[in-house]
Nanobody, 121 residues
């Protein structure tokens, strides 16, 4: 399976916003659930948000609820993460993951290489 590619990371001040994109390749991936994870230095990878194959179901980690918005455009085979009110603790490498089915589940088959998000204080 072709690896998805994340983009949109960068350096932003606390309180600012960034929009991440995850572009997948392949028609099967376009209808699978997708998710964002992140990993900060010295910490385990953690779940951020997930979206079902056609966007009808969304899940967020409590730490980002109300600040981040996940969405997808299947015509572009792209998933987005709109991040607002960013905090220094949001600093991490953000990874795109593609699930094994249309519904959200803990099983993710394909991962991107990640994009760095750094929030300065």
């Amino acid at each position: 399976q072709v690896q998805p590619v994340e983009s949109g990371g960068g350096l932003v001040q606390a309180g600012g916003s960034l929009r991440l994109s995850c572009v997948g390749s392949g028609r099967t991936a376009s209808v699978f659930a997708k998710a964002w994870f992140r990993q900060a230095p010295g910490r385990e990878r953690e779940f951020v948000a997930a979206i079902s194959g056609i966007g009808g179901t969304i899940e967020y980690a409590d730490s980002v609820k109300g600040r981040f918005t996940i969405s997808r455009d299947n015509t572009k085979n792209t998933m987005y993460l709109q991040m607002s009110s960013l905090k220094p603790e949001d600093t991490a490498v953000y990874y795109c993951a593609i699930g094994a089915r249309a519904t959200i589940s803990p099983e993710y088959r394909t991962w991107g290489q990640g994009t760095q998000v750094t929030v300065s204080s």
